[in-house]
């Protein structure tokens, strides 16, 4: 029997693999990701101007702002660590004759002039629209070009300037003990990062339900159900169903990583260090937050949770949806047993996302106990000391518990459904089912 259930298992496995939507699935997520990462390239391609060199022209009517200026571009790129290609130029000509010059160009002109109320002014002068990143370097420069020209006019001392306009310090207090001010902000910084992190699972869950259960739906429709469970039991070929669906699963789960891993090779082999800084430096801002939350330190045993909170939520979702799929014989009762499953999925999916709103509530703990909710609303509350371990323990136990008993009356339901073809109500059929005795 042992050889049976591999076969059906791996025949079904592969099916899956060298289907056409297995295929074109993957080679849309791996474009989608590719795009993504690489998206100011193919901006450029069709037209953007993230890598073609910036022409300004500087226009002084000032006599000495324009080395000020200058310098100060230098300092803000080296300070944050970016790098323009400019051509910058010094140029004499009146406004208008400058003006005229760069119409129906990409030149960017900057007029410096003196202000008898603001020491400086300036205008930025262009024939189109600028990118908005570059018009604020542009303005930082000029910002500080200001202070600069303001400090060495009116011989204020930098350092007592520098008192007046530093930013204004404010220390955060909580009366509450049991709260800390990072911990405040690490429930920000979640609900921005945690969405993108359980997006996946949420996705990998609506690809398991739709594969165990549009598998047996087919095996109905096309009567080769019959010459399968002539030769094995129902019980066989319901944990053939699960080990390879979950299997697929997983692979898809690794594949998303290696498409991602690949964009990423490929942005860097080719010259796109800039989103790697950026993304490295938000990840940093991150990491920082979450260690002063105290938030690593726990991750030895938050990771090993979830991750046994979401295996067990992948067998969950795999039992009810096979178990309801072989009361079908038809696509349109496969869509009635779907559309719910997914329904709560998303649920559990809305309420991680918001659980920070729902802090100190009763309701949203119990929640977490809760069979297909608790994969993605425990950990979520677990990261924001809303629950304890002891409660994602008890979360893991009542799913463990779930899973062994759906599956001991989900079989009564599987071995009664899957040959089962009548067209009574599908739901009274499931019921009737489930009421009749008999061993597998």
């Not at 949806?321 to 009635?336: H, I």
Request: net charge negative; aromatic share 10%.
């Amino acid at each position: 029997m042992s050889s049976k259930f591999w076969y059906l298992t791996g025949e079904s496995f592969k099916k899956k693999v060298r289907s056409k939507w297995f295929l074109i699935a993957n080679i849309v997520l791996f474009v989608a990701l590719l795009a993504v990462v690489n998206i100011d390239r193919i901006i450029s391609y069709f037209g953007g101007d993230f890598s073609s060199q910036k022409e300004v022209m500087v226009l002084d009517q000032t006599g000495y702002a324009y080395e000020t200026f200058r310098s100060n571009l230098d300092n803000i790129q080296s300070l944050l660590d970016i790098d323009y290609d400019m051509n910058i130029t010094k140029r004499e000509e009146n406004v208008d004759a400058l003006k005229e010059e760069i119409s129906g160009t990409d030149t960017i002109l900057i007029v410096l002039s003196s202000s008898d109320t603001a020491y400086l002014k300036a205008s930025v002068i262009s024939d189109s629209y600028i990118d908005t990143s570059f018009y604020q370097y542009l303005y930082q420069a000029l910002s500080t070009t200001k202070m600069d020209i303001a400090l060495s006019i009116s011989n204020i001392d930098l350092e007592e300037y520098q008192k007046v306009t530093s930013d204004m310090e404010v220390e955060r207090i909580l009366l509450n003990e049991a709260q800390t001010s990072e911990e405040e902000l690490m429930n920000t910084v979640m609900g921005v990062v945690f969405p993108t992190v359980i997006l996946p699972f949420f996705i990998l869950v609506i690809f398991l339900v739709q594969m165990i259960g549009s598998e047996i739906n087919e095996e109905k429709a096309s009567r080769s159900m019959e010459i399968i469970i002539s030769n094995v039991s129902p019980k066989v070929h319901f944990f053939s169903k699960l080990v390879s669906s979950n299997a697929f699963v997983l692979l898809q789960a690794f594949l998303l990583i290696v498409y991602g891993a690949i964009a990423l090779f490929l942005r860097s082999i080719t010259g796109g260090s800039s989103l790697t800084g950026v993304v490295g430096e938000s990840m940093g801002s991150i990491f920082t937050t979450l260690s002063d939350a105290g938030i690593l330190s726990r991750l030895g045993i938050i990771i090993p949770l979830t991750l046994i909170l979401l295996v067990l939520s992948f067998l969950a979702y795999s039992l009810v949806a096979g178990v309801l799929a072989s009361m079908t014989v038809s696509m349109e009762d496969f869509q009635q047993i779907q559309t719910p499953i997914i329904l709560i999925c998303l649920l559990s999916y809305y309420l991680a996302i918001m659980s920070g709103m729902f802090q100190g509530s009763i309701v949203i703990r119990v929640l977490s106990y809760v069979p297909f909710l608790s994969c993605l609303l425990s950990p979520a509350l677990l990261i924001t000391n809303q629950i304890t371990i002891l409660d994602t323990v008890i979360s893991i136990v009542i799913l463990a518990i779930f899973n062994w008993a759906f599956l001991k009356y989900g079989l009564k339901i599987y071995k009664v459904g899957i040959l089962n073809y009548s067209t009574d109500k599908m739901w009274h059929k499931i019921f009737r089912a489930a009421k009749k005795k008999g061993s597998l």
